[in-house]
């Protein structure tokens, strides 16, 4: 079983910045693919950004250039660093895990709301 825990949400400005942090529980933690989903009122959850166990990243077109994806092996954690950020922006944030390769994400955490005001 793994557990995940984002925090670091909040309401912010357009034009502001936001950290992402999603601690997962488990000793397999670099096995682990990592993702940031969002889904806002209305619309159908979308992938954000993702990383590799390997470090490799990839990421949503209209946040690319402005939201990074990172993790931190040691403190079993990920990160989503998001600058510039937009109104359109606004949603509630997850973060998954695919801990089985090929497996999908199976593992989601509680989210975290992410607000951006014009």
């Known amino acids: 079983q793994v557990h995940l825990e984002e925090s670091g949400g909040g309401l912010v400005q357009a034009g502001g910045s936001l950290r992402l942090s999603c601690a997962a529980s488990?000793?397999?933690?670099?096995?682990?693919?990592m993702g940031w989903f969002r889904q806002a009122p209305g619309k159908e959850r979308e992938l954000v950004a993702a990383?590799?166990?390997?470090?490799?990243?990839n990421y949503y077109d209209s946040v690319k250039g402005r939201f990074t994806i990172s993790r931190d092996n040691a403190k079993n954690t990920v990160y989503l660093q998001m600058n510039s950020l937009k109104p359109e922006d606004t949603a509630v944030y997850y973060c998954a895990a695919e801990v089985i390769p090929g497996s999908g994400y199976n593992y989601w955490g509680q989210g975290t709301q992410v607000t951006v005001s014009a």
């Open positions: 488990g000793r397999s933690f670099t096995m682990y693919v």
């Open positions: 990383i590799s166990r390997t470090g490799s990243t």
